[in-house]
Each structure stands twice: as C-alpha cells, then as structure tokens.
C-alpha cells in the first residue's frame, strides 16, 4: 500500500495508521506480485513494525532472495550489502542452495529444510506449519534499516 510513497514517508504514514488500530489490532503492509506468487509483508500493532514475511509459490521459485523485488517501501531500497535485509536474503539463497538435495523430495521440502537451517541463525517466527504454506517470517528487529531496529 506504501510502494507509491517515498521511503522518508513510510514511518510517519506507520505511526498514523497504527495510532487508529484497535489495542490488539494489526496491521499487515506489504505487496505482491501481480498473480500473488510472490508476497512480502511487514505486521505492525500500535508499537510499530513486528515482524516480515516473505513468502511465494514454492513450484516457480528460483531463489529466495527473488521475493526482493516485493520487499515493502521500508525495506526495497535497503538490500544492499552492509544492510540487514540483505544479508538475511543471502542467508536464505545459501540455505535454499544447501538445501537443494532436498528439491528431490519438491520445492516444499526443500522450504523447509532451508528454513529450519536459517532459523538456527535468525529470530525466525512461526514453524513448520507456516514453513510448508511457503512462508518464512522473522522479527521485524533483524531485518530493519541499519540503526532503525
């Protein structure tokens, strides 16, 4: 909903949506795809930015560091080395090519192996439930913009 902003604008546009959530609302910004293949969304309750999840339709995923071009408006100009997006990206294509074994068994598997390996190192959210629906989601606080956690 915020791609058509200019990064500076993405806090300030936050703050206002989620001073009006409910005290248990949430609100869930990010983008898609055009066919929704391929999805990235930020979950925000009234503190702000919780968590990312990056998900996809596993059959027609290459690497997962695809899933970049869907990054919300917070995050896209952001995957650049040094910044924590990307190196979180380059940790899933590793583990996605380590885990490529596993393509053997289909692409889910493969998800999943690759996200067990990357949850050993990131403050992954959720599990094998989210894992075979092609969902990967973490902390907002390990990905955010360098000194904006």
């Known amino acids: ?3 058509q902003y200019d990064e500076g604008q ?55 560091s695809d899933l970049a071009e869907r990054l919300p408006k917070a995050l896209i100009h952001r995957n650049v080395p040094g910044e924590p997006v990307h190196a979180f990206l380059r940790d899933l294509d590793r583990a996605w090519a380590a885990a490529a074994p596993y393509g053997d068994f289909g692409a889910r598997q493969r998800w999943m192996a690759m996200a067990r390996t990357v949850a050993a190192d990131w403050p992954v959210v959720g599990g094998p439930r989210r894992w ?9 606080d390990a990905v955010a913009p360098a000194g904006r956690a």
């Open 1 to 3: 909903m915020l791609r």
């Open 10 to 64: 993405v806090a300030e546009a936050w703050a206002l949506l989620c001073g009006r959530l409910a005290p248990d609302g949430l609100l869930v910004e990010g983008t898609c795809d055009e066919i929704g293949r391929r999805q990235v969304w930020v979950a925000l309750d009234r503190g702000g930015p919780r968590t990312v999840t990056f998900a996809a339709r596993l059959g027609g995923l290459d690497r997962p």
């Open 132 to 140: 075979r629906l092609g969902e990967l989601t973490v902390r907002w």
